[in-house]
């Protein structure tokens, strides 16, 4: 038998080819697939053509199968099923969702945000897991490549079609100090505040170096506007270790609201508001948009942006 040519094959023509084969008559087929019995009888005529074979055979009244048609029902039959799966939508169930969620964020993020994520994703997809990775200076690489499904962070890009981003909330800026410090005694003024020594939290490798307005450099900037400047004592690298120092200092740490009011919880701090106006900035979730469509990863967002909105 020759080659059939894949080019003249449509999904349309498998389907008639089905229902004739089950239908073994014209009429009948036309009827249960909204087609005319002429319409269904070319495309019959097509069929043959193509498959270079009668396909049904006239044998008194009724039509049969050929034996070359009746070798074609069960592949085909599964070929269509196999096509169904594909087009149809994917149902998703986290019960069973299974891979591991590949997350970048700082540990602002990872303590802030994470507590209240993992449990909802423990309780509810028991069989996913989470990997977090620290910001790095080529996290939109990690996220182009794959290696990065998720960032955490505050994010300044330009314009793009590559990736999306969603506010996750708004954050501004509290300072702590040891629950007895003096300067919870008197007013808390710009004088006192560059009065005393401060601790300093450097953000390095930055969601993709775009924090206009983190600590490192920007009450620096808005003192310098009023003509002071601070004395920065202590530099730290990361958030978790400034609680418990700043608690046995006389060291003023100026950080996240949020993060602050944790630390509150757990330390002996008092959250004071700065006495400078040290704005506000949006802390987002950033994807690749190849993932934009996927449920796993849609269910994931969703959680974190729910849960965001609570805090």
């Not at 080819?17 to 019995?37: F, P, W, Y």
């Not at 993060?259 to 704005?279: K, Q, V």
């Amino acid at each position: 038998m020759d080659k059939i040519d894949l080019l003249q094959v449509d999904l349309n023509l498998l389907l008639v080819l089905h229902a004739l084969l089950l239908e073994r008559n014209v009429t009948n087929t036309g009827e249960k697939i909204g087609l005319s019995q002429s319409a269904t009888s070319h495309t019959l005529g097509r069929l043959r053509k193509i498959f270079n074979d009668p396909l049904l055979v006239r044998s008194n009244k009724n039509m049969v199968l050929t034996p070359y048609a009746l070798e074609l029902l069960e592949p085909l039959e599964k070929i269509l099923l196999d096509i169904k799966q594909l087009i149809q939508p994917t149902v998703f169930d986290p019960k069973t969702a299974q891979g591991t969620i590949h997350l970048a964020a700082s540990d602002y993020s990872i303590v802030v945000i994470l507590p209240k994520v993992l449990k909802l994703i423990c309780d509810n997809a028991p069989h996913l897991n989470l990997e977090c990775h620290h910001w790095r200076s080529d996290t939109l690489d990690l996220l182009r490549s794959g290696e990065i499904d998720l960032g955490l962070g505050v994010l300044n890009l330009a314009q793009t079609t590559e990736f999306k981003c969603q506010k996750l909330f708004v954050e501004d800026f509290v300072s702590v100090v040891r629950a007895d410090h003096p300067i919870t005694l008197t007013d808390f003024t710009v004088e006192s505040y560059v009065a005393w020594s401060h601790a300093l939290i450097t953000i390095t490798n930055s969601p993709v170096n775009a924090i206009p307005k983190s600590p490192t450099r920007h009450v620096d900037t808005v003192l310098s506007g009023l003509g002071v400047k601070r004395r920065v004592m202590l530099k730290l690298p990361h958030f978790l270790a400034a609680p418990m120092i700043v608690a046995h200092s006389d060291l003023i740490l100026t950080l996240p609201r949020r993060i602050a009011m944790l630390f509150a919880n757990y330390t002996n701090l008092a959250i004071l508001e700065p006495p400078i106006e040290l704005g506000q900035y949006d802390y987002m979730q950033i994807w690749h948009m190849r993932l934009d469509h996927d449920p796993l990863h849609i269910w994931v967002r969703e959680i974190i942006a729910s849960q965001t909105q609570l805090l």
